[in-house]
């Protein structure tokens, strides 16, 4: 009698595929070739059993089993389940994305960095960080939040903590929000744990390694070799046999989420794992999420405090700068800021979160913007490579000197990237080192190293860059960081806008005076009065939240709500606004059923950024206090609706972005 097996592939189909085994019977966590629909596909076992199940169809049989042992456990394949049900997509899809190799990498989920510039030398810790140490030990609820300013040593808390946990044989996951940040936790690890016991005992796992040296520290830890998981994202997948501790380091980091399906929220993904699995999930920030925020407020999400700084630093004096009026991009305070710092030795970091020279071309005479053909987003020049680039599907466009729509001269490039800025700083400081670092400049890991060497060192008096240099860069030298524009995020058409700038600013401003007194911080802003920017540079972080808490708690947001968000791309613009109104239509009545009066649909209609690569986007929100009756609704009119062929449904259950 012949076995049969069922087989799950990375595609968007909520069943699973039932072949015939060979003589050779594949187990549980195996990945097999099949053929199905024509083509040969890889997929995953996700069953096996002896009786032919019933039905008349023909069953194939599968080609070759390519894993002489199983890539995944029964435990695994449960997470995937949870996920798949939780995020709306299928187990295939979610086992693609765990287990390495399973599908093709796309895009790395971070760039190819490493700082190396924390000093860890911790002897003892402080009072405050015994406490919470004694806090996380005592506390019986699986979760755990260490919220504390930055340079609070709040890293130092979870390894010590990781520490027992290890010594008690238990399996340790921890995360950060990018692949630049692993190898300063391993360092950290390293001070801790003792380079022999880190050699043997770690697991670094993310997409910026080869998908079979991923795959080899995959099964170090499935087998229980390796028990020690540093990595970002997705690492909240590892296959740690005994999980005691997952880590969760800046817990408010958008990274933790992921862009494409299955679009997981490694938070959430962890909460599950440790309620299921046992262990406890520690998370920590200077700027919680608004939702963390309001559970620990609550007294849902047990948290300890961190105000003080052991290795001493004072906190950053901090001042808003009113751009209203200015031509430039630097005011007079900046200017100063700069000249002054290197006067007395020290180090400027300027921080500006768009790259590129000029932000858009605009034309004074009609109107015209010059925005992407195949997006509805302005191009951006950048200056040195002399094209316009869309920052959205990377189209490039040869730049312009006089308006395309009407010919007049009074046109030009508006609004000011790193590009430009470098130009501006190396003319308005002669003589003074520069560098500058963001994607364009630092392609390569081994030239970041350089440029955060040379800058840790002393060398350079001006590091100028994006996001890259906004997280985890403790260097003894800083003294001034300037933003050189906070509104870069403010007036984006999402509610998560405020919470986001806010954070940015309080991140970017730890980078100053971290270790010696009179750092300084200057906010260069057009919205000098706007709540958080004011509430970020008074350091009046509490007060944020309960200003935003109630904003959110008014308009109906998150945490008082919870949002699924549907996104209809098609190439076609009516029939993919019909298609999403048609879905609207059904979930209507699909919650008619559900008798939950707070349920909301939220439209159909254009995406804040309408087309990308020629796909026209319309959005559906729906909203409600409950989480079950909407996510129940969705996935019923779903699978049973019929998505015209070239129109694509993206699902995204509590987005974290709406644009
Ligand atoms: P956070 O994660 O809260 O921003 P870190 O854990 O990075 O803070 O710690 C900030 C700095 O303080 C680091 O350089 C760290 O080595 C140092 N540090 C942490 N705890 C102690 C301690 N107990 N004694 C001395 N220095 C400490
Ligand atoms: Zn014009
Ligand atoms: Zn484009």
Excluded at 247 to 266: L, Q
Excluded at 456 to 473: F, P, R, Y
Excluded at 482 to 510: K, N
């Amino acid at each position: 009698m012949s076995m049969y097996c069922d087989v799950a592939f990375n595609l968007p189909l909520s069943q699973v595929f039932t072949y015939a085994c060979g003589d050779e019977i594949p187990e549980i966590g195996m990945r097999v070739e099949a053929p199905f629909r024509g083509r040969m596909l890889m997929g995953f076992v996700v069953g096996t059993r002896l009786p032919k199940p019933r039905g008349t169809f023909q069953i194939k049989s599968i080609s070759k089993i390519v894993d002489s042992q199983p890539v995944f456990s029964i435990k695994l394949l449960a997470l995937a389940e949870w996920t798949a049900f939780q995020y709306v997509c299928s187990v295939g899809e979610v086992l693609a994305l765990m287990v390495p190799g399973g599908r093709r990498e796309k895009d790395a989920e971070g760039s190819w960095l490493s700082y190396d510039s924390m000093e860890y030398e911790i002897s003892s810790l402080s009072a405050e960080q015994e406490t919470a140490l004694a806090d996380i030990r005592a506390e019986s609820h699986s979760f755990h939040y260490v919220y504390g300013i930055t340079g609070s040593g709040k890293t130092a808390v979870f390894l010590k903590y990781a520490k027992e946990i290890f010594e008690a044989g238990k399996g340790i996951i921890y995360l950060v929000p990018e692949i630049a940040l692993t190898h300063q936790v391993l360092q950290a690890f390293k001070a801790e744990f003792g380079e022999k016991t880190v050699a043997e005992h770690i697991a670094i796992l993310h997409s910026g390694l080869t998908p079979s040296v991923r795959l080899k520290e995959w099964m170090r830890v499935l087998r229980g070799d390796a028990r020690l998981v540093i990595g970002v994202r997705s690492a909240v997948f590892a296959p740690v046999p005994d999980l005691g501790l997952v880590v969760i380091d800046e817990e408010h980091e958008n990274t933790y989420k992921a862009g494409s399906t299955p679009r997981y929220h490694a938070r959430q993904v962890a909460m599950h794992r440790v309620q299921e699995e046992g262990g406890k999930l520690l998370m920590g920030s200077a700027t919680p999420s608004v939702e963390a925020w309001y559970a620990m407020q609550t007294g849902k999400l047990p948290s300890s405090r961190l105000h003080t700084r052991p290795a001493g630093g004072e906190l950053p004096k901090v001042d808003i700068v009113s751009m209203q009026g200015e031509t430039g991009a630097f005011s007079q305070e900046l200017v100063e800021g700069i000249s002054k710092t290197r006067g007395k030795g020290n180090q400027t970091i300027l921080f500006l979160n768009r790259r590129g020279f000029a932000y858009s071309f605009r034309c004074n005479s009609c109107g015209f913007e010059y925005k992407c053909k195949r997006c509805s987003v302005s191009l951006t020049y950048h200056k040195q490579r002399n094209v316009l680039i869309c920052h959205y599907c990377g189209l490039a466009a040869r730049p312009v000197g006089t308006c395309p729509e009407c010919g007049s001269l009074d046109a030009g490039y508006v609004g000011f990237g790193t590009e430009m800025i470098e130009e501006e700083i190396t003319r308005l400081f002669p003589g003074y080192t520069i560098q500058r670092v963001d994607t364009d400049t630092v392609k390569k890991k081994k030239k970041l190293e350089e440029l955060l060497r040379d800058f840790k060192e002393g060398k350079t008096d001006i590091l100028l860059g994006t996001q890259m240099v906004a997280k985890g860069l403790n260097v003894k030298g800083v003294s001034l960081v300037g933003i050189v524009l906070a509104d870069t995020s403010l007036m984006l058409p999402d509610f998560r806008a405020a919470e986001r700038t806010f954070a940015l600013i309080v991140q970017v401003g730890g980078r100053a005076g971290r270790y010696a007194s009179g750092g300084r911080v200057l906010i260069q802003t057009f919205r000098p009065k706007h709540e958080a920017i004011v509430l970020a540079a008074q350091m009046k972080i509490d007060e944020f939240y309960e200003q935003e808490i109630a904003m959110r708690q008014e308009l109906g947001f998150p945490p008082f709500t919870r949002l699924i968000r549907l996104v209809f791309r098609g190439k076609e613009k009516q029939q993919t606004f019909k298609a999403s109104a048609l879905f609207a239509e059904e979930f209507r009545k699909a919650m008619e059923d559900q008798n939950e009066p707070g349920a909301e649909t939220l439209g159909p209609a254009e995406c804040p950024i309408a087309i990308i690569a020629n796909n026209h986007r319309y959005q559906i929100i729906f909203r409600g206090r409950n989480f079950a009756p909407l996510h129940n609704a969705v996935k019923s009119v779903l699978w049973n609706f019929k998505t015209p062929a070239g129109v694509y449904i993206e699902i995204d259950v509590d987005p974290v972005s709406l644009l």
